[in-house]
């Protein structure tokens, strides 16, 4: 299989070495250049490594001159071509290639009228490649004038509104339109740029021209990207797009497609694209929602929402708009009520499973909030500070006001009733943990007694049975275990519901106010389990009011830490259940070993060992752990005497280390080549233009093979050494 990897790499090679040489001998022909650059494209998809070889050989920098110098536009294309395939394929291509002197390339071929369509748009594809995620190309397309090329032909390129995409020439043009919006994306985002977002902005107004007199999916989605790219977390050029009316335009479109979703699916989709653009445009200033609420964008996203052809991704962005959207505007809050967008909201929260989603829900529910406690108090107190006029006219048109007070009335007695059921929880599990630790101490001393008796045998250990049966027969009477249980199995699922902490508290002699701690724990102890199972929705206050929180992904799941005081308590539970499951009370404990009682310590691997090998009596369940550890070792030591290259002394381990250096093949050293005067060119090229980095110059120049940037540096310390000699 390796020798038929290799084959291939070597083919590979071959194959792009003669590629090169057709290159640089076929100038003359630019048919045969245009198919051997079209073969180094297809070579350098199917293989990954093809590219970096190609760039060692000076492959890379061969055809960007040749795009450069080349006379024929059909060689320049699929020179451009190879450019921006190899550079999308590896990093290291992507920084050789990403320098001023070939974007200043690119803008000439952008600016220049006598360059066709085809091959702007190639030289558009290799900006898009060079910038996608390198902050030191969308400086250098800034810097050499590049992204006001590109500014200028997204203006430019498509003259009319009326597109009839069927034409080959109108197709052209708005596939290098396309191709200018998604590079200018990608100039102000990822990572974000600040002046790029700047100088991008001043093409707003001829965006929303595209907006109002062209509402398609070919120009909709591009022009929104462009727009929600170059907003996004940026408040200025978000309140120049709102000073443009560029949020009321989108208002508009929104209000169109959201119409036309009835009929169509498409439509829908549309609506949601537009709707993230919007959240956008308020997400950093959620004053400016109330211009959404001149086009009752609320009631149209919450009839969107329910649209059954969206996935749970597309509902998260509209809920999260409504949001953005009541987060500041008390009159979209109203209209959110107004068209029962509470239930829904109630609704999503409960039957989502999805995280973020919820945390949206959540946060309109909490934007809410206070509309909510208005309404319920009456109409005549409720008013906004503008609009009571308005207030009267809904009042004497809408005759079922009466319904939405009683829907909010039982809204906010259900956000308020989980409020008081979360303070409670927590005040009840404050006291639990007091209980708990202060019963600690207790603990210990009765597992220390309790240890001491299952030891000692003899009368002493019958004699505190017997005190142990009839304090339990006395608390039996006095209501502790119900005595409406008539068998053992019974009795056993009462103890084991009830607390094991006060059940120490009954061994050891302490018949303080029992009955009450015993109906305050168990009581804790039950609320804290229906306290887990609860619905997000069920939560308290502190934590389901709350905008929504950025979900932290790959986060490792916490592991549960083991509890001395649970494992103690489980421990003397178990006794007492077997205590009480005999006939006569009088019957011994079972014994308990070290390994058993010893939960207060740090235990590991070795010291528990050692623990049960020293304790002189031995449970049956570690008396089998035990002699299977022996066992093992046993086995072990056997495997080793019978094959002694697994001896794990360290004197040994040097000698088997040695015996495989010995034993083994001897290294060959490298052939030593000299430099020859191209490479030394090479080497002083390199450190002019790109300085000490090695590795770089050792990728940029065809040195011999074999070269490493370790003999790079030495080689050039040698030679500037030699140089300096003479002179001091």
């Known amino acids: 299989m390796e020798s038929e990897d290799t084959k291939k790499i070597q083919e590979m090679k071959t194959d792009l070495n003669l590629l090169l040489e057709c290159l640089k001998y076929q100038m003359d022909n630019p048919f045969s250049q245009k198919e051997a650059l079209v073969t180094i494209h297809s070579i350098c998809q199917q293989n990954s490594n093809a590219g970096v070889y190609f760039r060692e050989i000076g492959g890379l920098m061969f055809v960007r001159n040749l795009a450069k110098s080349s006379e024929h536009s059909m060689v320049k294309e699929a020179a451009l071509y190879t450019l921006g395939a190899v550079a999308e394929q590896n990093v290291y291509c992507q920084q050789t290639l990403c320098t001023s002197e070939l974007f200043e390339d690119l803008t000439w071929f952008l600016s220049n009228n006598d360059s066709n369509t085809n091959l702007k748009r190639m030289s558009v594809y290799v900006i898009l490649v060079l910038v996608s995620n390198n902050r030191t190309g969308q400086t250098l397309v800034r810097e050499t004038g590049c992204i006001t090329v590109l500014t200028q032909l997204f203006r430019t390129v498509l003259s009319k509104y009326e597109l009839n995409l069927s034409d080959k020439n109108i197709f052209q043009s708005y596939q290098l339109w396309s191709s200018v919006c998604s590079t200018l994306c990608v100039c102000v985002n990822n990572p974000q740029n600040d002046e790029n977002q700047m100088l991008c902005c001043s093409l707003f107004p001829h965006a929303n021209d595209w907006l109002i007199n062209c509402v398609k999916p070919e120009v909709i989605r591009p022009v929104c990207s462009f727009i929600g790219l170059t907003l996004a977390n940026n408040t200025y050029v978000q309140k120049y797009f709102i000073s443009v009316g560029g949020l009321d335009i989108l208002s508009q479109v929104l209000v169109q497609l959201e119409s036309d979703s009835h009929k169509t699916l498409s439509s829908a989709k549309l609506a949601v694209v537009v709707t993230k653009t919007v ?97 319920c108090l009456s109409l005549g107190e409720y008013s906004f500070d503008e609009n009571e006029k308005q207030l009267e006219d809904i009042n004497t048109k809408e005759k079922n006001l009466e319904d939405y007070w009683k829907k909010a009335k039982e809204i906010l007695h259900r956000i308020e009733q989980l409020e008081r059921e979360g303070n409670e929880e927590k005040i009840q599990r404050e006291k639990y943990k007091d209980n708990v630790s202060s019963m600690k101490i207790n603990i210990q001393n009765t597992l220390k007694h309790l240890h001491a008796d299952s030891i000692g045998g003899g009368p002493k250990a019958e004699d505190k049975d017997k005190s142990q049966s009839r304090k339990l027969q006395s608390y039996k009477s006095h209501g502790i275990l119900s005595t409406a249980c008539t068998n053992d199995h019974q009795m056993k699922t ?84 077997s205590f009480l499951a005999t006939d006569s009370h009088s019957k011994m404990l079972k014994y308990r070993c070290s390994g058993c009682i010893a939960v207060g310590k740090s235990l590991n691997s070795r010291n528990f060992s050692k623990l049960l ?91 011999q093979r074999g070269r490493k940037a370790v003999d790079l540096a030495h080689k050039y310390h040698k030679l500037t050494k030699g140089s300096k000699c003479p002179a001091t």
């Open 613 to 703: 090998h020293s304790c002189p009596y031995q449970c049956d369940r570690h008396k089998v752990i035990v002699e299977a550890e022996d066992r093992y070792k046993s086995e072990l030591r056997k495997s080793l005497i019978c094959n002694k290259k697994f001896l794990l002394t360290p004197r040994r381990r040097r000698q088997l280390s040695s015996e495989s250096t010995t034993s083994g093949e001897i290294r060959k050293r490298r052939i030593r080549k000299n430099f020859t005067e191209e490479e030394v060119n090479y080497l002083f090229n390199g450190v002019k233009k790109m300085g000490n980095h090695w590795n770089l110059i050792l990728w940029s120049f065809p040195f």
């Open 494 to 577: 009462l103890l084991k519901s009830a607390n094991p902490v006060n059940a120490c508290y009954r061994e050891s002699g302490q018949n303080k106010t029992l009955c009450k701690a015993n109906s305050s724990d168990s009581k804790n102890l039950h609320e804290g389990i229906t306290f887990e199972k609860k619905n997000s929705v069920s939560q308290s206050s502190d934590h389901v009011f709350k905008p929504p929180i950025p979900v932290v992904k790959n986060r490792k799941q916490e592991l549960p830490v083991t509890d001395p005081f649970t494992l103690c308590s489980d421990i003397i539970n178990k006794e007492v259940i």
């Open 279 to 375: 959240d956008a445009c308020i997400a950093d200033n959620p004053t400016f929602g109330v211009i959404l609420s001149k086009y009752q964008i609320v009631s149209k996203l919450l009839t969107l929402l329910l649209h059954e052809s969206l996935d749970s991704g597309e509902k998260f962005s509209i809920i999260l708009t409504l949001g953005h959207c009541t987060e500041d505007c008390e009159e979209n809050q109203y209209d959110l009520f107004k068209n029962n967008g509470l239930p829904l909201m109630i609704q999503a929260l409960t039957e989502s499973h999805n995280e973020e989603l919820n945390k949206a829900a959540t946060f309109v529910l909490h934007n809410c909030k206070k509309i909510t406690e208005k309404l």
